[in-house]
Each structure stands twice: as C-alpha cells, then as structure tokens.
C-alpha cells in the first residue's frame, strides 16, 4: 500500500507563488509514475502535471511554463512548484501514484489547499 502525505498548501495573491510537496511510502526508482491533480469547487479533478519513472514531464495547457513538476528518488518526494499563480489555479491539489503499466492511479493524498487571491 503506498501512502501519500501533501504540504505546502496557503493562500497567495495572483502573481505569487507556491511549492507544493508530497512525501511517499515508497521508492520512486520502481516503476512508479506520479501526477498532481487538482479541483475546483463545482469543478471535475483533473491532471495538471505528470511524471513518469525516467524524469520525463507533461503538463496541462493552462499550466505549462508556470508550474514544474520534479521528485527526489532519494527523499521519495513529489515537488509542484507552481509560479505566477492566477485565481483559476484554486483549489485542492492531490499527489497521485500509480505502477506506470496501470491506466488509472490507484493511489492518492488526503490533498492540499491553493487559495490565489486577485
């Protein structure tokens, strides 16, 4: 069972910016991709960052050259650096896990609060 613990959650002015973390129960170097998802209030979850096991990033459009998604295989961390932050970017982030042969991830945080102010 891998465990995912969020932090670095807050509240910001637009502009401003924030670094997201997310401690694993397990070792990254296994074959494990790992994602950021966030929602809206009134909104459907969805992806905004990935990585998968060799580095390689992919990123939504709404957030691409703002955010950075990276992990540490020696911390078993997940990062989300998330600059110029615009109102629309609130909401609850949640840190995902999956083995990268699965479709779905199968594991998810207890998720971490953005609030970007105008």
């Known amino acids: 069972q891998v465990q995912l613990v969020e932090s670095g959650g807050g509240s910001v002015q637009a502009g401003g910016s924030l670094r997201l973390s997310c401690a694993a129960s397990?070792?990254?170097?296994?074959?494990?991709?790992m994602a950021w998802f966030r929602q809206a209030p009134g909104k459907e979850r969805e992806g905004v960052a990935f990585i998968v096991s060799d580095g390689s990033t992919n990123y939504a459009t709404s957030v691409k050259d703002r955010f950075t998604v990276s992990k540490d295989n020696a911390k078993n961390t997940l990062v989300l650096q998330m600059n110029n932050l615009k109102p629309e970017d609130t909401g609850m982030y949640y840190c995902a896990a999956k083995n990268c042969y699965r479709a779905q991830y199968d594991y998810w945080g207890q998720g971490t609060q953005v609030t970007v102010s105008s």
């Open positions: 397990v070792s990254f170097e296994y074959n494990y991709c």
